[in-house]
Every structure is written in C-alpha cells, then in structure tokens.
C-alpha cells in the first residue's frame, strides 16, 4: 500500500511540474525541459548576452510566455574588426575604364613581342674539306644556320645580303648534308622530299625555321624510299634560293641532282 501511494505522489508531481500556483491563486505556465537549458552567446568582449532557464540574475524565478522568441539580440558588428576580403572584380590600369573580371582570359597580361635581334657576322670565316663520293664538301646543319652564323633571329625576307662570303659561296657546289626525311605522302619511288634538321621536326611537329628545312630533288632517272626516324647522307649541289610571299621568307635552301647514301 506505501509503495502504491510513493506512485501516486510522483505522478501528481508530474502532472503539476508545468504550473504553478501563485500568492494571488493564480495559476502560471512554467517553461519545460527544452526551455530550461542555458542558451548563451558570446559577444565581442565574451560577455553572455542571457539564459533562458527561467530564472534572472537573483535567482527569482522570471515567467516566459510559451511561444516567446529566445534567441539572442544581435549584436551591432563594428567593420574595423571585419578581416580584409579580396575584390571580386580587380581593376586595369588607370586611365583604362574597362573592369578586369576574374577568371576573363582575354584580359590576362600577354607576353611582349620579343625584339629582332642584332644581326652580324659571328663566324666571318669557314673551311670545308672534301669527302667521297664524287668529291662532295662536308656541310653540317650548323654552318648554314643563320642564328649560328648572323645572329639572325627572325630571318628577314632580305636575309641573303647579310651572309658573309664563304657562305655565298656555298651556292652551286655539291655538298654532302647529312639530316632526316620529313614524311612524304608516299613510301616509295620518291623523287623528291624534305630534308629536315633532326627529327623532332619530323615527327613531333616542331616548328622550324627556314633553314632547317631544306627541298631535295633527286637526279633525273633516281628515286629513293622513305626513310623513317634515322639519319642519312644527301648529295646534291646546294643553292641559295629564297623565296618569299606577301613579304614572308618561305623558302631559303634547295639541293637538286641528289643521290642518297644511307649509313
């Protein structure tokens, strides 16, 4: 019977823990258990702006109306405390009213045009010797490069008036030229093709200059195959022939009445 009646004490406790009854008589609503936790916010100098566990800074119990806004006050934000952001849109120089937009590549900074350089003479003067067959000179890549020779960088439609003697006076001798064959559009019979300096311009599409491409004709009655990625000997007479259009260089060397000697 005791324990019966302990129960039915702590249920009427229950039943009554949201009210309560005042001096006047009066009954007055109480917050619950989610009302009553602690709700603190820390302001710049971490003082706490308040609770709401129904109870003031006494320790007197203070009344909340059920549905009352608990959430802090904001606090007035002082911008000096703020950390600096970077602009979305950055601006050109001045005098330039057109906006920089982030992320616009046709407003990102170009590379400046590099300038010609200085042409002159850096090798004034060249010996070749002869080597066989038929009594062709040993000419390298090299001796014909005119950023080697002249310092020449780009080369000028006009460039043939800079060359120093002994290279003019390459124009018409046989030669012996060793270097690689571009790709032609057929594998054999060929009685042209391409000799290019080395074959990353064949085959990895290198940019080259004038100079290191050269035409081969080969001698009337011979043909010659492809020859693919490897280096081999041309002999033919050399010539000095620059061609030009719309005022650009697009032809500097030729070498006809050519045999192929492979290694």
Known sequence: MMEWRACGVTLLGLCL???????????????????RKTVTESTDDGQSLGSTDGANQTGEPTA?????????TPQPIDPKTLPPTAPAVAEK???????LSAGDPSDSPTETAAKPREIKVLIPNKEFQEVG???????????????KVLNMDPVPADCVKYFPEWLKNLDGQRIRLRGFMYPPFQETDLPFFVLARDNAICCFGRDPKRYDVIDVTMRDGETTDYIANRPFDVVGVFHIAPETSQGQLYQLYLIDDAVVIEP
Request: proline share 10%; hydrophobic share 20%; with cysteine.
């Open 17 to 35: 823990w949201g009210c309560g009854k005042s001096q006047d008589g009066e009954f007055h609503d109480y917050p619950g258990e989610e009302a």
């Open 64 to 72: 909340v109306e059920p549905n009352a806004d608990t959430s802090p």
């Open 93 to 99: 120089q001045k005098g330039d009213d057109k906006p």
């Open 133 to 147: 067959p038929e009594n062709a000179i040993r000419v390298s890549y090299d001796d014909i490069d005119l950023l």
